[in-house]
């Protein structure tokens, strides 16, 4: 029986130096001289022994298993890792140096604004009655003219008052007229007369304000109740301490209600309060 030589194997090593250049990435590769001691005596070996023994010598680059990050990536890990290399645009820079100073502007003027009135303490302006008149409209319905006294009771701190400002008239609670108290300035510690005119709401008056009005002979007292919502403003020079409402009421008594005749306020009591 012929004696079976298996087969040769070949150097992997040749056949890399003869094939391919050596790549220093790849690494060192195995030969099958590292796994073979040809010294040993060859043994026959069946074609099932043969094929579990022999030996494969795979290649696979090392580049297409762990890559290399590109350049630009490396540029931005290094940056995020170095705070004092990043570049800040100026124009950020200089936006947020702008919101500080307007931040601290606007604190500053809050401050001041804030010590003022503590200082200052604007007060609400004094409100009196100092006359009422009736009028007769073509409408039967009258109109009342009333003469108010305003005073400052402010040293420096002058008043605005805007032109919506409402007036209403009540005789117990109920509506007889209603008007407009008009827009004006008043400076500090000034005093001065303000006409308001109110319009009737109906013809159909309560009784005791109809006698007043009708009875030419003898006067006949009626206690009436102003109420003012007004709005303004509170300046010191050209700043601004207070934009607030205003709300005024006079209970007082007249000596009569008679028409186109002056009458004489006989009581009152006024109350203003900033709301």
């Not at 012929?2 to 040749?14: G, L």
């Not at 702008?98 to 003027?109: E, P």
Request: aromatic content about 6%.
């Amino acid at each position: 029986m012929a004696e079976r030589v298996p087969p040769t194997v070949p150097d992997a090593s040749a056949n890399d130096s003869q094939d391919d250049p050596p790549n220093p990435r790849h690494g060192k590769l195995f030969s099958s001289s590292s796994f073979l001691d040809l010294g040993e005596e060859v043994q026959d070996l069946t074609p099932e022994e043969e094929k579990e023994l022999s030996t494969y010598v795979v290649q696979i680059p090392k580049d297409q298993i762990y890559r290399v990050p590109p350049p630009e990536n490396a540029k931005l890990v290094e940056r995020l890792r170095n705070p004092s290399a990043r570049k800040r645009n100026p124009c950020c820079r200089r936006t947020c140096w702008i919101i500080l100073i307007l931040l601290a502007i606007g604190a500053a003027i809050g401050i001041a604004i804030f010590v003022l009135r503590q200082v200052y303490g604007p007060k609400a302006a004094v409100f009196s009655v100092a006359n009422v008149v009736v009028k007769k409209n073509k409408s039967s319905r009258p109109s009342y003219e009333i003469t108010t006294n305003v005073r400052n009771p402010n040293d420096k701190v002058e008043i605005n008052y805007h032109s919506n400002g409402e007036a209403i008239l009540y005789f117990k609670m109920q509506k007889l007229a209603t008007g407009k108290f008009p827009e004006f300035h008043q400076e500090g510690s000034a005093s001065r007369n303000v006409h308001v005119v109110l319009a009737g709401l109906s013809s159909k008056l309560p009784e005791n304000v109809a006698k007043s009005m009708n009875d030419s002979k003898t006067d006949r007292p009626v206690s009436l109740e102003l109420k003012l919502n007004l709005k303004g403003e509170m300046n010191l020079g050209t700043m601004n301490l207070w934009s607030k409402e205003m709300e005024v009421v006079c209970d007082f008594k007249v000596s009569t209600l008679r028409r186109g005749k002056k009458t004489k306020i006989i009581s009152q009591n006024c109350d203003s309060q900033i709301k």
